[in-house]
């Protein structure tokens, strides 16, 4: 019996090289390991908490994620993927699990108080908002996922699942598993900046970036701040450019060299900048080729959504009729 799981992202944009060494590279262990079934949605719905004034660019979005998974290597032929809005089951899931969620367990929840307090350029002070934990609960319950593969930072936030889950059960007979946490590594790839690599802090490198857009941002990287002249030692501790080499670059030996020459001085940071760019490039160049590949497709790209939203509803219909029985709506 292969155990289920759904995860999802939100087509906010492209993605980045942080993605792809965390959450990406963990998803795709998943998808080719027998032992599990995994859903992967684009969750348009959620894009929408945060861009319902601009709604119009989440189609585009949607698009761009999708490229990006292909090309790093998910595959619609072992995993299901699809956009969430196609199966209409995850609104009507949601529309019954926030029936049941006490108010409170939203309003204490931390994402969303801190989330108020730091996006100031968008009126997040929705109903909509507020309820996305139920609208989370619902794209995992749905396919009554067993396990959820997440970060150790993003662990709090299956919890609220969990407990939806619970509730609903205890109301209306055991309809759904509560998912257990699979934690999964998060290597830390800073950007530019230093700081974590997001989009919305304009400092990160994507996927979709050519050769020339990758090198422009790393030669220009932030580096350890005491290396003011070539010969200053430096520390690669201290360095987010050092951070990562230690997630793309394998070749022990040339690491080796290249921290000692920092620690000595005896290189410079455009150096060592250079040999990252080779590993990056190197592991990039199949990954562009791909990308580039379905871009000129897009009969192909309708297709796999299309047959993964199929796919997906046939799960999801099983859980809504559970779901509706469950309560009592269905003669
Ligand atoms: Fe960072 Fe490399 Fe420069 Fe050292 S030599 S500060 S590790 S970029």
Partial sequence: MKLRTFSGMRPT????????????????????????DCFYGIVDWHAMMSDYANSSVIKGNCREVLLDWLAVGLDPEKS??????????????SLALGMVTPLGWLQRNPTYKE?????????????????????MAADILLYRSSVVPVGEDQSAHLEITREIARRFNNFYGEVFPEPDILLTPTPKVP?????????SYGNSINIADTE???????RTMMTDPARERKTD???????????????????????????????????????????????????M?????????????????????????DKARVV????????????????
């Avoid at 299901?80 to 899931?93: G, K, N, R």
């Avoid at 501790?237 to 000692?260: M, R």
């Avoid at 099983?318 to 269905?330: C, N, P, Q, Y």
């Fill in 191 to 199: 950007g530019t900046d230093g700081r974590k690599m997001s989009k």
């Fill in 233 to 283: 030692p430096g520390d690669p501790d201290k360095c987010p450019v050092w951070d990562i080499h230690k997630v793309f670059n394998h070749d022990e030996d040339e690491k080796a060299d290249l921290a000692s020459g920092c620690r000595t001085g005896s290189i410079g940071c455009v150096q060592c900048k250079k040999a990252l760019k080779e590993h990056v490039v190197s592991m």
């Fill in 212 to 218: 020339k857009e990758m090198w422009n941002k790393l």
């Fill in 115 to 135: 989330q108020i307090l730091n996006i100031q350029n968008k009126d997040l002070s929705t109903f909509g908002f507020l309820g996305y934990p139920v609208l």
């Fill in 316 to 331: 999801a219909r099983e859980t809504m009729d559970a779901v509706l029985e469950g309560i009592g709506f269905v003669p």
């Fill in 13 to 36: 944009g492209k993605l980045h090289l942080g993605h792809m060494a965390g959450a990406l590279s963990n998803w795709i262990k998943l998808q080719e390991d027998p032992g599990y």
């Fill in 80 to 93: 299901t993927i699809f956009v969430q809005s196609h199966v209409p089951e995850h609104a009507e899931l």
């Fill in 285 to 309: 160049s199949p990954i562009w080729e791909r990308r580039a590949y379905y871009e000129s497709r897009q009969e192909t790209l309708d297709d796999i959504l299309w047959n993964g939203a």
